[in-house]
Structure formats: C-alpha cells, structure tokens
C-alpha cells in the first residue's frame, strides 16, 4: 500500500476535515445559524431598549420627587435655582435616553428584520432556500468523488483482508516444517494455499492502487466543484457578516450620548446655572426676607380714635403667642409689625395711599418673590406691576398688581420697563 494516500487522503478517522464526505454540513448550517443570530439582535436590542427606558423614568421619577424637596426646604436664591438645574439636567437627559429606547426600536430592529426578511426566505416544507440550495449543490458536486471513494475503500478492505490471509497461511506452511505429524502432502497443499493467498493479494492490491488511482483523478474536480459552491455560501455570509457591522455602527451611533448635540448642551446650560449661583445676592436677599434688610412698622403714638379693635393688642403681644423656638418649617404663615391687616397692604393708618389709580411707573419683576406679610406683594420673575411709591430708607417700594392688589416689594427685585 503506498505512503501518499495516507498523507493525502487522510487514512486517520478522525480527520475532521471539510473535504470529507459530509462535511459540508456545517456550512449549509451557516445559512439557519444566521437567521438566528438575527433574532437574537433584535431580543438584545429590545432588552437594552428596555433598559434605557426604565432608566429614563427612574430620572424623571427622581427628578420630581427632588424637586419637590428642594422648592419646598430651605434652601434659596441663585444656590437654589443651581441645585434645580440639576433636576433640569435629569429631565433632559431623560428624554435622551427614551429617544434612545425609540430609535432601538424604530430603526435598529426594524432594520435588521427587513433585512432578514429579504435575506432568508422560507420554504412551505421547512428550512430556507438558500440552505437547501446550498445543500444541493455540496451533493451535487460530492457525488461522483463519493462513488470513487467508495469504491477505494472497498477495495482496500479487500487488500488488507488478503494481506491478513497470505500472513495466515505463510504462519501455518512454517509451522507444518517443524512439526512431525505434518505429511508431505500437507505441506504441499500448506505452500499452494500461500500461493494463492499471495496471488490473491496481489490481484486486491492492484485493483486498490487502481481505484486509489481514479479516486485522485477525480479529486481536483471535485475540489473545483466543491470550492464554487463553498463560495457562493461565502458571498451570502459576506453579506450577513457586512450588514451586521453597519447595523452595530447605527447602534453604537443611538448609544453613543456623547456624539448627540443635545447631550452637550445639556451640561453646559447646568454648568453657567451653577456658575451664575450668586453669594452676596442670595445674602442680600435673605437679609431683604428674613433678616434687618425687611420692612417693619417701628411703633408709633397713635391716638385712641385711630385704632381699630383689632389693633388694640400690640404687636408683641401678639408675638408673644407664637413659640420663640421654631425651624424654617415651623414659621408662623405670617407675621408683621404692622398689625392693621387689611387688603393689599393698606392697613397702616399712618400712612395714605398716595397712589391712584392709572398712576405710577410700570416695572418689570427680576426675580421671584413671595410675599412674607400681609402688606407685601407676591409675582413671578418676568411679572410687570405698577410702582405707586419710590424706594424708601429701607429698600422698599410700594406697588399695584395689575390685579388691582397694592403693598410693598423689594426694591432691587425689579428694573424699569
């Protein structure tokens, strides 16, 4: 038996190669193995965009709840609209993250179904066509190699069997001349039965070595044919393995935050908001609030006929009712010296209202503020109101909303319009 078949061929049974018979299957599996690879993408899209929209409502859940917090403490001024921002921020990320979640779903695995739906078509008895196509051809293109190589294998079983038996019987023809009781007409038959067996392994040894022969003839051919339709499943995979990567890059570009222009601009608005967090003015709006910069009624003679019943209880009396010890929660809803009450403001009866209606200097509001008394004005930043009376020695101005309301306001929260 010669040397080049088991070095060409392959005489090893577990040789695990391609060019065995049959082993084409694993790339006709190829052709199933995609199909399903695309449904796992679009299951590992939608997973993630799951997850980008649940991150995205715990954000806003977040942001709402905070916010609340914070308008509601006690914290304020320019350190508060900062820490505000920081909500805005958690907002407006939210919302990338669900324009995330939207183009996953909308583009990404629309588009990989698409595709999969133009690339793989299904047959009415099961399995796709281009698998069964790829089949096809592998069989096609195997057939006649896989004669021949049955063929060699014959009859190389029937050589080595002719081998074994020439060995059996040359064994026994030297045993018999050694032993006695072994006749001279035993040992003739003995050595004509080597004879034949040699002439037999001969005969099987040539019809091997000639179907080995044709076998390798038909190799090349067969290689050829085998080779063009392994590369037509190639071109398919190139296509497959070509759109995966385009369709990864789309991804990577709907993930990517850092490449969306709004995602920039979002920590660049938080940063000059954080930036813009003024001290003095938050102090000098805490002392206009809460501390000397406020306005107060210094006590004044006032005649009996010029009190009402209710201002017959002065007001540290009617301090004195309320608890000295109280956090910023715990504050009185209001309490001033001037102890008239009244409408708008106009409950101290030493002063007249000088203003009339129609008359004054329309202002616009700076900054938000909340009324603290009961003579003090509240409005928005941005709200317009009338100033009846200039800035007096404290820093307070008196003003009509266009509601018709009248009372005091902090001078500096407003400008000229």
Sequence with gaps: MSGSYDECVGADDTMDSFWEVGNYKRAVKRVDDGH??????????QERAKIEKAYGDQLTAWSKRWRQLIEKGPQYGSVERAWLAVMTEADKVSELHQDVKNNLMNEDVEKVKNWQKEAYHKQMIGGFKEAKEADEGFKKA???????LKEMEAAKKTYHMAC???KLAAAREANGKTEASVTPDQQKK?????DKCKQDMLKAKEKYE???EELNKCTPQYMECMEQVFDQCQQHEVKRL?????????????????ENQSYGTIYRELERTILAA????????????????????????????????SSSVSSYEKNQAYSTEWSDDEQPASYSGNENGGNGGNGNSFEEDSSTPGKGVRVRALYDYDGQEQDELTFKAGDELTKTEDEDEQGWCRGRLDSGQEGLYPANYVEAI
């Design 210 to 212: 000639k179907s080995l």
């Design 278 to 309: 003024n001290t003095q003015e938050d102090l000098k709006w805490f002392s206009n609030n809460h501390g000397p910069g406020m306005h107060m009624n210094w006590p004044a003679f006032e005649s009996q006929s010029m009190l009402s019943p």
């Design 36 to 45: 399903r690879l695309c449904n796992d993408l679009m299951g590992c899209l």
């Design 242 to 258: 070509t759109f995966l990567k385009e369709a990864l890059l789309d991804i990577k570009r709907h993930l990517n935050l850092t």
């Design 190 to 194: 003995l050595h004509e039965k080597v």
């Design 142 to 148: 195997q057939k006649p190699w896989a004669k021949k």
């Design 164 to 166: 074994k038996e020439e």
